[in-house]
């Protein structure tokens, strides 16, 4: 796991080389089709510069979303394989939010097409379980917000979440748990999150490949989930649907369709045809092996 924050023009004068215990920057670069944040290119050049990984965000305006994949890939395009994409999904200032994955996904696609990257989506736990995100789960990774008090915090190794799942997504790749952080370097309040990801976990995805941070066991998977079963299974359902693979509903029983589901699943990649979600079968499922 890394720890690290995230910023925007709001943070103007920040020192990210005084950020001794920060890991990573994600910084905004730019929203809908005209707004450019002039301390983008500044803010991830420090932090780069000081060691840390870094990433950049797109705040979703609601216009094009062809324009908008555009426009931000315009000012990204410098730190591809280098800087994790991400879109931020919020409402404010979003007259598309209600649309949800319908405006999402031709957004991923396009800038998909331009850089070869899947970017990260960032968006708050309530909304993961407002839409059928599974297309957009099976291809990108979840930048999930949930905050359990308003309280001064610096890092935390297990920050509260709930228990009431993700949507489509079987794991957060990002957990941003408070906008009330304060961390070495940095005397006001600043965004903070843990990335379920080590260094070489981060390059990877910069560089396109969708792999996460090689799990050791079910908990690493599902951050804050401790063998909830319902969820753990519905988890299953949700991306063998997005890829293709199973029609029924994400119910978290894992009945004779999700078995079958699995199986063609297994077949595809020469594994045994057992039905059963064993090691082998959840880490490709969900991407964590080469294929």
């Known amino acids: ?31 809908g089709v005209s707004y450019d944040n002039p301390y983008f290119t500044k803010h991830i050049t420090e932090a780069e510069r000081s060691g840390k990984m870094i ?20 000012r990204f395009k410098p730190y591809v394989g280098k800087a994790v ?40 736990k309530d909304v993961c379980r407002s839409h059928d995100w599974s297309w957009v789960a ?20 297990r920050p509260w979440t709930d228990k009431k799942g993700l949507g489509a997504w079987p794991a957060m790749t990002i957990f941003q748990y408070s906008s009330h ?26 560089a396109g490949e969708r792999k996460e941070a090689d799990p ?17 299974v519905k988890a299953y359902q949700s991306v063998l649907k997005g890829r293709g693979y199973y029609d029924g509903a994400i119910d978290g029983v894992w009945g004779p369709k999700s078995q079958a589901a699995a199986k063609v699943f297994q077949s595809t990649y020469g594994m045994d045809k057992s039905g059963i979600m064993g090691r082998e079968t959840v880490l490709r499922l969900f991407g964590l092996v080469e294929e």
């Open 1 to 31: 796991m890394m720890n690290g924050i995230d910023i925007a023009s709001h943070q103007a004068g920040i020192r990210i080389s005084a950020m001794g215990t920060t890991d990573f920057v994600i910084v905004k670069a730019t929203q």
């Open 55 to 74: 990433a950049g965000y797109h705040y979703a305006g609601g216009n094009s979303p062809s324009a908008e994949a555009d426009f931000f890939w315009s």
């Open 85 to 124: 994409p991400a879109l931020d999904w919020e409402g404010f200032q979003n007259s598309k939010f209600k649309m949800g994955p319908a405006w999402v996904k031709p957004f991923v696609e396009r800038f998909h097409a331009l850089s070869g990257v899947w970017p990260l989506i960032y968006m708050s």
């Open 138 to 157: 099976a291809r990108c990774g979840l930048w999930c917000a949930q905050y359990g008090s308003d309280r001064l915090t610096d890092y935390q190794n």
């Open 181 to 206: 952080g304060r961390v070495q370097g940095y005397g006001a309040n600043v965004d903070i999150n843990v990335a379920y990801l080590d260094k070489e976990g981060w390059l990877k995805i910069a």
């Open 216 to 232: 050791v066991d079910m908990a690493d998977l599902f951050p804050g989930v401790d063998d909830d079963h319902d969820y753990i």
